[in-house]
């Protein structure tokens, strides 16, 4: 089992910076990667960005490319969403999610274990 717990979001305006963080616990050391979704009201959960979590690669939507980072501490099995430059679109729920299998990460149904999301809203 593992647990994932984010922490982080918040309204701020169009232009702004946000770090989420989603801590984890449990047998993290089972995932094969961790990936940040978001979730915008009557719409699909749509990946963000994700990181292999013992080689550290990562991947990124395309719609976030260059704005976005996501890194991982090993010490505090902490993930972390660097949010720059946020626009309106990035409006939403955030979800962190663990997978232990080798299905495409790129893919919400891959994944087993989910926080409870964290609310960014981002004002124009």
């Known amino acids: 089992q593992v647990q994932l717990v984010e922490s982080g979001g918040g309204l701020v305006q169009a232009g702004s910076s946000l770090r989420l963080s989603c801590a984890a616990s449990?047998?993290?050391?089972?995932?094969?990667?961790v990936a940040w979704f978001r979730q915008a009201p009557r719409t699909e959960r749509e990946f963000v960005a994700g990181?292999?979590?013992?080689?550290?690669?990562?991947v990124y939507a395309d719609s976030v490319k260059g704005r976005f980072s996501i890194s991982r501490d090993l010490a505090k099995n902490t993930v972390y969403l660097q949010m720059n430059t946020l626009k309106p679109e990035d409006t939403g729920v955030y979800y962190c999610g663990a997978k232990t299998g080798s299905r495409s990460v790129l893919s919400p149904n891959s994944y087993t274990y989910w926080g409870q999301g964290t609310q960014v809203t981002v004002s124009s």
């Open positions: 990181i292999y979590w013992s080689s550290s690669n990562t």
């Open positions: 449990g047998r993290i050391f089972s995932a094969r990667a």
